[in-house]
């Protein structure tokens, strides 16, 4: 069972930055893909961006292509979203999430998820 903690959320004004962290306990890290995603109020959760088990490959939503950057250090068994130039409709609960096999934008084969922290961005 593994299990996600993130952290770094918070109020930030538009075209600035944050950096979130998620984590990892309870399981061999370098094993899981990794990924965020976002859930705005009244919305359904979307896709963010994602990482391979090594960290050599990542894709992202295009809504944050050249802003945002998802990275890994296996050693530290985390996760990070460096996020920059934030816009307003960037606010969300951001949640990481963990999968086994593959690794893609699907959040329905994501394993596990991490509780969320909250992000907003004020214009």
């Known amino acids: 069972q593994v299990q996600l903690v993130e952290s770094g959320g918070g109020l930030v004004q538009a075209g600035g930055s944050l950096r979130l962290s998620c984590a990892a306990s309870g399981g061999t890290f370098s094993n899981y893909a990794m990924a965020w995603f976002r859930q705005a109020p009244g919305k359904e959760r979307e896709f963010v961006a994602a990482?391979?088990?090594?960290?050599?490959?990542?894709t992202y939503a295009d809504f944050v292509k050249g802003r945002f950057t998802i990275s890994r250090d296996n050693a530290k068994n985390t996760v990070y979203l460096q996020m920059n130039s934030l816009k307003p409709e960037d606010t969300a609960v951001y949640y990481c999430?963990?999968?086994?096999?593959?690794?893609?934008?699907?959040?329905?084969?994501?394993?596990?998820w991490g509780q969320g922290t909250q992000v907003t961005v004020s214009s």
């Open positions: 990482i391979n088990r090594s960290g050599g490959s990542t």
């Open positions: 999430g963990a999968r086994r096999t593959g690794w893609g934008d699907s959040y329905r084969n994501y394993d596990y």
